[in-house]
Structures are given as C-alpha cells and as structure tokens.
C-alpha cells in the first residue's frame, strides 16, 4: 500500500514521523514526507496510527487505481 502526505494541509507537528519513523520524515522546511514508495507490511499498523494522530488529516491512504 501507497500513503501520501497532503502538503499543502501539513503543519510539520512531526506526529507521523514519531509515530512511523520509517515512512515519514520531516523535512527542513517542516512539511512531512513519505520516504518509501510501498509501505511494508511491518509499517501499517504505524500508518494507521499517524494517520489517526495527525492534527491536520493530511495524511492518507493511496487507494489502488
Ligand atoms: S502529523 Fe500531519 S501535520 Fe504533522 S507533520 Fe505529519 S503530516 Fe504534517
């Protein structure tokens, strides 16, 4: 599975990446970015986790086409 981060919406509160450091990584400018482009199965329950905890929902499943 894909996850994306919605720039535009992200405050850079660095949630996800606490909560899933191996997906998420916040960059100098503080918006967060996806490192990985599927996330590993190990990593999902983490996903969920950043996607509930993130203040500003801008983070979100990329569902299959
Ligand atoms: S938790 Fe949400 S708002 Fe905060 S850095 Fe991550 S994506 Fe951005």
Redesign the pocket.
Known sequence: MKVR?NEDM????????AAAPGV?R?RDDDV?EVIVDEVPAADVEKVER?IR????Q??AWVKPA
Do not use: N, T, Y
């Open positions: 981060v992200c405050e850079g509160h660095g949630k996800c990446q998420f916040l967060s950043a905890l993130c203040p500003r801008a983070i």
